[in-house]
């Protein structure tokens, strides 16, 4: 399997802009694919964003999409996920996965990062 972390997350204002990244190890990271969950409090656990191991695909939940972009650089074992026009309702844990297979990480993804804070103020 291959491990993640991610990092990036911060404060910032309705309206504003955030990166957040993750970095994995393992010499196979670009035969998986990426992700991003995230988790509000007192909500579920959500699918946010994929991207398939070659770059060419992705899917965005109906929520971020057109506000987020996922990005991935084989090279360095990262991925990416620029979150612009940032609402409140985006406050959440936001989590990177990985799965070998891009239909199954959509939905229960087997490798998670441990998460990252990201607080959108009003």
């Known amino acids: 399997q291959v491990q993640l972390v991610e990092s990036g997350g911060g404060l910032v204002q309705a309206g504003g802009s955030l990166r957040v990244s993750c970095a994995a190890s393992g010499r196979t990271f670009s035969r998986y694919a990426m992700g991003w969950f995230r988790q509000a409090p007192g909500e579920e656990r959500e699918f946010v964003a994929a991207?398939?191991?070659?770059?060419?695909?992705?899917y965005y939940a109906d929520s971020v999409k057109g506000r987020f972009t996922i990005s991935r650089d084989n090279g360095k074992n990262t991925v990416h996920l620029q979150m612009n026009s940032l609402k409140p309702e985006d406050t959440a844990v936001y989590y990177c996965v990985a799965d070998q297979d891009l239909a199954v990480l959509t939905t229960t993804p087997r490798s998670w990062g441990p998460g990252t804070q990201v607080t959108v103020s009003a």
């Open positions: 991207i398939s191991w070659t770059g060419y695909t992705t």
